[in-house]
DNA sequence: TGTACATCAGTGAACGCGCGTTCACTGATGTAC
DNA sequence: TGTACATCAGTGAACGCGCGTTCACTGATGTAC
């Protein structure tokens, strides 16, 4: 009786998902999708516990069944963003293929566009200011992509003659960095974005053949 | 009477600077003190207007005789940091002596040095959201500040035969992407800070030379 | 197959809190004469 | 130099709001027998 108006879902219009009753079902998951949407939406600043239950047409102390507080949901965001960076920047690199360059390229390319087409994604892993002493499987999960980009370092260093290569971990911190200043200047879709009279992807390509070049690596080796 | 307790200061103890009386003298710089020491201390989301007036030892109406409201503010600080930025690396770059690339370098650690040990200007510069295209002042502010690594890829840019020369805007945009991914993601004090088997600066200056030397730009040229 | 019971995953009402903002006001300061 | 007055830069009380969090509760689900 006093339940029912909260039954059936969208009363409120606001409710997203499968209700099936008084159970939700699979709140867990409706909540780190609610935080995806609203994260797009108002920012990783913007978003709140309680917007949260809101949109996943719940009452406010729902979520606390499924996450420790608002820090916890958002750990559990980055986490899964990283995985999936991860899985992305994997399929990009595609082991080397064609060749090592042109595949290097590509994983460049997929670094932006993970940013831009998953800027939910990419505030919570790298803007929301989660701790990575706190969540072990977080900073896991970030080791775990950034293996990715040591892989290929390591991979285009072993063409160089042995002495004259350069250690594959530093390569791959100065590839992070620069993909990642790039994409938090330039690919990025608030309002503080910077306009660049090129793609960020012409700029991140053309960076990264000067440094290869500097490195002794020159295209299309096998 | 009534006001007299929140008069002559430190009653809770929590007012900074001078107070001469009824009136502050002085509450907008105060204000923006009042936010820098904030923002480093609970990080930009976590500032707020009526802390600002907290810490200024002022009622919480006080502020809106100064700022239209928080974001006004904020974007002041930002100014303000640009700024100081310019001038920082105007001295580091110190007109390319002794020489370019000794003083490119200079410039790069000037970024890093920045970032670390001004960390409340740097948020507010890069991660508080403050929209450019409401502030034309504030883009101003950093396209001077930006204009500076400009300059240096110009002249470093003209070092090389004619017809070799790469477009300073790229290499400013380059240097500018690295120095920042590496302060975003290694430099900066907050939990989300990666462990580095190096010191930033390390990374950014061993950047820096692979990436001029790809240009052709070898060290100690006049 | 049915029943009793334990456990799980929600409800909804309530609370304290701090923020942003407004308002009529008032003390302090500057200026015209 | 003194005085009247306008303006400026504050006060402090009040408000609505949304958030985080707790609590006793209850409907739904699973399981032992």
Redo the contacts between chains.
């Keep these: 009786m006093a339940w029912s108006k909260h039954r059936g879902g969208g009363s409120k219009g606001e409710d997203h998902g499968p209700r099936r009753g008084y159970h939700h079902g699979n709140l867990r998951e409706t909540l780190i999708k609610a935080a995806l949407d609203l994260i797009g939406e108002k920012?990783?600043?913007g978003f709140t516990f309680a917007d949260a239950a809101r949109w996943a047409g719940v009452s406010p102390a729902a979520p606390y069944r499924h996450f420790r507080d608002r820090d916890a949901l958002m750990a559990d965001v980055a986490r899964q963003g990283f995985e999936r960076f991860e899985a992305f920047l994997t399929t990009a690199w595609n082991d080397g293929r064609p060749d090592l360059t042109t595949a290097f390229g590509n994983l460049g390319k997929a670094y932006l566009a993970f940013a831009r087409t998953e800027p939910a994604y990419y505030s919570a892993m790298?803007?929301?200011?989660?701790?990575?002493?706190?969540n072990p499987d977080l900073r896991q999960a970030?080791d775990r992509a950034f293996a990715i980009l040591r892989k290929a370092a390591e991979a285009l260093s072993a063409t160089l003659p042995q002495g004259a290569r350069?250690p594959a971990?530093?390569m791959a911190?100065?590839i992070?960095?620069?993909?990642?200043?790039?994409a938090?200047?330039?690919a990025r879709g608030?309002?503080?974005r910077?306009k660049?009279?090129?793609t960020p992807e012409e700029?991140l390509e053309?960076?990264t053949?000067?440094?290869?070049?500097?490195?002794g690596i020159t295209g299309h080796r096998k």
């Design positions: 920012g990783v600043a790298f803007e929301s200011g989660v701790s990575l002493d706190d970030g350069p971990m530093m911190l100065h992070w960095s620069l993909a990642h200043g790039i938090s200047l330039f608030d309002a503080a910077r660049l009279p090129m700029l053309a960076a053949l000067i440094y290869l070049e500097g490195l």
